[in-house]
Nanobody, 120 residues
Framework: QLQASGGGLVQPGGSLRLSCAAS????????IGWFRQAPGKEREGVSC????????YYADSVKGRFTISRDNAKNSMYLQMNSLKPEDTAVYYC???????????????WGQGTLVTVSV
């Protein structure tokens, strides 16, 4: 089970840190990812670790602003979001899948989603 938290309302240019805690299993040796879905749009990948070999993936729209990380000892994953823009507004989901999982349908376990709103 995954529990996401950390969403909220922030002004443009601000920062938020999303957290996702896993219970009942560890994150070791799994692909972990953050996805988001804005109103009226499809779910899109934001960032993932273990999805493309040992590299870390970031969508072009968040490169240089977002940082994904994991803490295996705490069975947790994080998404540090800086320089937020109104177009980052969405419900953010954490997900865990087998090593190499990249597309949303390849992930087996999903958090409940946390809303991030970037607005003045």
């Amino acid at each position: 089970q995954l529990q996401a938290s950390g969403g909220g309302l922030v002004q443009p240019g601000g920062s938020l840190r999303l957290s996702c805690a896993a219970s009942g299993s560890t994150l070791d040796d799994y692909s972990i990812g953050w996805f988001r879905q804005a109103p009226g749009k499809e779910r899109e990948g934001v960032s993932c670790i273990g999805c493309i070999g040992s590299t870390t993936y970031y969508a072009d729209s968040v490169k240089g602003r977002f940082t994904i990380s994991r803490d295996n000892a705490k069975n947790s994953m994080y998404l540090q979001m800086n320089s937020l823009k109104p177009e980052d507004t969405a419900v953010y989901y954490c997900a865990v899948g087998a090593w190499g999982s990249y597309f949303p349908h390849e992930y087996d376990l999903w958090g409940q989603g946390t809303l991030v709103t970037v607005s003045v």
